[in-house]
């Protein structure tokens, strides 16, 4: 039980950064909202930690997870969110889930895909 109280107030204060950050998006300060994105992530990559392991926990575990990869994008650490992404998928996510994922994994990574194979390639347009 005091696990699963661990990861709710971890959560909490994770989503409540994010939106911090959302906030100061909005107001156009990068420079904060940069700095509450990374505190959002290392809160919810925290919450995620707790349930790493606990397979059977979905899809909570997933959940978790997939919102640190997606707050580690926001803040610039694309390799944390491949971890991230990496650690569920080597679990059972719910199937919906898995595939955001694998979407997500995609997104992070086709523009260096085509780079190394000399395309050019303008996402904008995917």
Request: glycine share 4%.
């Amino acid at each position: 039980m005091v696990i699963i109280n661990q990861i709710q107030d971890l959560h909490k204060q994770a989503m409540d950064f994010a939106e911090m950050a959302q906030i100061a998006k909005l107001k156009g300060d990068s420079v904060s909202a940069l700095k509450l994105s990374k505190q959002a992530f290392e809160k919810e990559r925290l919450a995620a930690e707790l349930i790493v392991n606990n397979l059977v926990a979905e899809p909570t575990r997933s959940v978790l997870h997939r919102s640190a990869a997606t707050l580690a994008i926001d803040c610039g650490e694309i390799a944390a969110a491949e971890r991230l992404i990496a650690i569920v998928l080597s679990g059972n996510p719910p199937q919906e889930i898995a595939e955001e994922l694998k979407d997500l994994f995609v997104q992070i990574n086709i523009d260096k895909y085509f780079a190394r194979r000399g395309i050019e390639f303008d996402s904008a347009k995917l």
